[in-house]
């Protein structure tokens, strides 16, 4: 069974850069079709799209925060991570990795999530 | 950008009642839509996928539909376990794009 596990910093200073890492288990990250995404949900609020990154490495990133996302992946660490950087408290959310099959799309396995405050 | 728009945004119910939300495109999506279920400081749930198709595991009293660009989820008799919110999500294209969500209490 696949698992995904969030980890990194509870809190962020503002303008300073958030970085967060998926552990992947139960599968390799590379092997498949597979997307891996992050998605973030601010309290109280829905769910944002962040972007992802294929198993060949390609990314696709949301517009709306396509200038200061970079998603990458470490094969050897079965890991994959999410840096964005100019944070301002509008970037306080949960924060998701999901892994998404490239056949319909569907987000089939989530972490549990990691709450990230920005605030000085 | 395709938006994703969800009705009601709330709603209660009670044991046994037949539920269903709807979910509407800005644009054709084919049946690239799929439905979550999330409970409080949970992660959300995959539902239903390619608009009808039940997920592995997912009660059969969940059910899926789909109408030109508008999306259904159909709960048959609800269940007290079915207290969540409810979200669907567009697949046809980046960047994936989410309902805002329909929390459904239990009366």
């Known amino acids: 069974q696949v698992q995904l596990q969030e980890s990194g910093p509870g809190l962020v200073k503002p303008s300073q850069t958030l970085s967060l890492t998926c552990t992947v288990s139960g599968g390799s990250i590379s092997s498949g079709s597979y997307y891996w995404s992050w998605i973030r949900q601010p309290a109280g609020q829905g769910l944002e799209w962040i972007g992802r990154?294929?198993?060949?490495?390609?990314?696709n990133y949301n517009p709306s925060l396509k200038s200061r996302v970079t998603i990458s992946v470490d094969t050897s660490k079965n890991q994959f991570s999410l840096k964005l950087i100019s944070v301002s408290a509008a970037d306080t959310a949960v924060y998701y990795c999901?892994?998404?099959?490239?056949?319909?799309?569907?987000?089939?396995?989530w972490g549990q999530g990691t709450l990230v405050t920005v605030s000085s | 950008d395709i938006q994703m728009t969800q009705s009601p945004s709330s709603l209660s119910a009670s044991v046994g009642d037949r539920v269903t939300i709807t979910c509407r495109a800005t644009?054709?999506?084919?049946?690239?839509l799929n439905w979550y279920q999330q409970k409080p400081g949970k992660a959300p749930k995959l539902l239903v996928y390619?608009?009808?198709t039940l997920q592995s595991g997912v009660p059969s009293r969940f059910s899926g539909s789909r109408s030109g660009t508008d999306f259904t989820l159909t709960i048959s008799s609800l269940q007290p376990e079915d207290s969540a919110t409810y979200y669907c999500q567009q697949s046809y294209g980046t960047p994936y794009t989410f309902g805002q969500g329909t929390k459904l209490e239990i009366k």
């Open positions: 644009q054709s999506i084919s049946t690239y």
């Open positions: 990154i294929y198993t060949s490495g390609s990314t």
């Open positions: 999901a892994r998404e099959d490239d056949w319909r799309s569907r987000f089939e396995y």
């Open positions: 390619a608009a009808s």
